[in-house]
């Protein structure tokens, strides 16, 4: 049974996460850690945690479960400080954007004998605006829980009752589990997910541009204009490392919609154009 | 007072005119006439009209105000037949998604001496799917009408107290009024609406070549997939027209996201890279 769970990084994810852990009937321990102090005060102050750690390492020592709730850049730099100092009866996981790069040091740092375990995770949930404050309870209820793991990973049997412990609490926050190759998973999101932020991102940006100084004229676009660049206030930090980690899927994406939105634009007056619409109405077909 | 409406092309908006403007008080008479049968008799069922009407020119001219709700070409075509059998005492508006040429049109047949009224009107409301069986009584509150009526309208007093009429109708109904140039406007909504639009269509589009095959990968795509992607479920028939009647502004907006697409591919490993979230933050600012 886990009874003691470090969440480091006391974000909207991992705040979100103490929250639906209690939520769920998570009886057990959790301490937050975040390098923003603001961060892991509010997590308290919401209850997600019951105590704020001052070191991640040791509080990741005194933990069975320890969650990486942070960017991927940070996310490999504590599994490479962390894999050090834990042991098989440690398991580790995260909720990194992309997963090559993580599974790949899971692979060499963790998962063999006298190593700790770790858990490649994604879940699809999160709000464009970031911070434990907007933290949700809910947050993961009906959202798809991507795991990477590698199925031959040698765990201890401690470690792999852990990894089974752990996989039931996510699928107790309200989540639908889905295993996937790391390397599918990475060029699968490029497209249902990095593609619509970099796109919305590309769009707000330009739209900035045009109509930025006419406030009054956003709400001509009304909700089609809101939702086509709510994306828009996603922040930098985030995305910068998921645009490092999964360049040549993104570039993919963003290029096969180049030449889809040359397409469209140069058969605006031809019947191609019906083409086009079908095929998206029958990606909405319900 | 106007005491009689005829709503031809009992659609979407349409349906949802005559049922707002009954929830909005109004006590006259409304008949309805839709090409498509159907149509008129769900609107009848809903409330939206008292009175299926069999010839919409008969129909129009027994009217005070006579409201086109169907695409803009067809919209054209009525404009001309109607312009020789209304009088002066009749006031004509619509709800097409482009205004020059409507406006054009307006201007050499209608409100010159001896001409019916023509009030160009675009309310930046709809769904994604069309049809009076969606039809919501409260579908124009909170949306922006906008009209391009020329300054210059030379009418009737009659004329002219139906036009104020009908505008108070429209501010009724929940709506803000906006008043603005028929050319400023199709360069506007080409930003605001059909770039939202179009891209929508070319991304979904393009996914259902990637992904389309396999459902369950849509849900890993989550809320940001499902809104950026809503619009893809648009009907040709209507943006059909759209295409045909901005084309140029269309195609303007269209290469200037390709452009401001490859430059952000072009830095997704570069600090410019910022510069473009920034920039889309600054769009999204509350």
């Given at each position: 049974?886990?009874?003691?769970?470090?969440?480091?990084?006391?974000?909207?994810?991992?705040?979100?996460?103490?929250?639906?852990?209690?939520?769920?009937?998570?009886?057990?321990?959790?301490?937050?850690?975040?390098?923003?102090?603001?961060?892991?005060?509010?997590?308290?102050?919401?209850?997600?945690?019951?105590?704020?750690?001052?070191?991640?390492?040791?509080?990741?020592?005194?933990?069975?479960?320890?969650?990486?709730?942070?960017?991927?850049?940070?996310?490999?730099?504590?599994?490479?400080?962390?894999?050090?100092?834990?042991?098989?009866?440690?398991?580790?996981?995260?909720?990194?954007?992309?997963?090559?790069?993580?599974?790949?040091?899971?692979?060499?740092?963790?998962?063999?004998?006298?190593?700790?375990?770790?858990?490649?995770?994604?879940?699809?949930?999160?709000k464009e605006r970031?911070?434990?404050?907007l933290?949700?309870?809910?947050?993961?209820?009906?959202?798809?829980?991507?795991?990477?793991?590698?199925?031959?990973?040698?765990?201890?049997?401690?470690?792999?009752?852990?990894?089974?412990?752990?996989?039931?609490?996510?699928?107790?926050?309200?989540?639908?589990?889905?295993?996937?190759?790391?390397?599918?998973?990475?060029?699968?999101?490029?497209?249902?997910?990095?593609?619509?932020?970099?796109v919305a991102t590309a769009m707000s940006a330009l739209l900035e541009d045009e109509v930025g100084n006419a406030p009054e004229l956003k709400d001509v676009g009304g909700r089609a204009l809101r939702e086509m660049t709510r994306l828009g206030a996603s922040p930098y930090?985030?995305?910068?490392?998921?645009?490092?980690?999964?360049?040549?899927?993104?570039?993919?994406?963003?290029?096969?919609?180049?030449?889809?939105?040359?397409?469209?634009?140069?058969?605006?007056?031809?019947?191609?154009?019906?083409?086009?619409?079908?095929?998206?109405?029958?990606?909405?077909?319900?």
């Amino acid at each position: 049974m886990i009874s003691r769970i470090s969440i480091l990084g006391t974000g909207l994810l991992g705040t979100s996460l103490g929250l639906g852990l209690k939520a769920a009937g998570f009886t057990g321990r959790i301490e937050g850690w975040s390098r923003t102090k603001e961060q892991v005060h509010i997590a308290l102050r919401m209850g997600a945690i019951d105590a704020v750690a001052v070191d991640p390492i040791a509080a990741a020592r005194e933990s069975e479960v320890v969650m990486l709730s942070m960017p991927i850049f940070a996310t490999l730099d504590f599994m490479a400080q962390l894999s050090g100092q834990l042991t098989p009866d440690h398991l580790v996981t995260d909720v990194g954007s992309t997963k090559r790069l993580i599974s790949e040091s899971a692979a060499q740092l963790y998962n063999k004998p006298n190593c700790p375990a770790f858990l490649p995770g994604h879940p699809m949930a999160g709000k464009e605006r970031s911070g434990a404050a907007l933290a949700d309870a809910n947050l993961y209820i009906g959202a798809v829980w991507l795991f990477t793991d590698v199925v031959a990973a040698r765990r201890t049997p401690r470690a792999a009752e852990l990894v089974k412990e752990w996989r039931n609490w996510v699928a107790a926050l309200g989540s639908r589990v889905i295993d996937i190759d790391p390397v599918r998973h990475d060029e699968l999101v490029a497209w249902v997910s990095h593609l619509p932020q970099f796109v919305a991102t590309a769009m707000s940006a330009l739209l900035e541009d045009e109509v930025g100084n006419a406030p009054e004229l956003k709400d001509v676009g009304g909700r089609a204009l809101r939702e086509m660049t709510r994306l828009g206030a996603s922040p930098y930090t985030m995305w910068r490392d998921i645009a490092h980690t999964n360049t040549e899927a993104v570039e993919r994406a963003l290029q096969a919609l180049e030449q889809r939105l040359a397409h469209l634009r140069e058969n605006l007056r031809t019947p191609a154009l019906r083409g086009e619409f079908d095929q998206a109405n029958r990606f909405r077909r319900e």
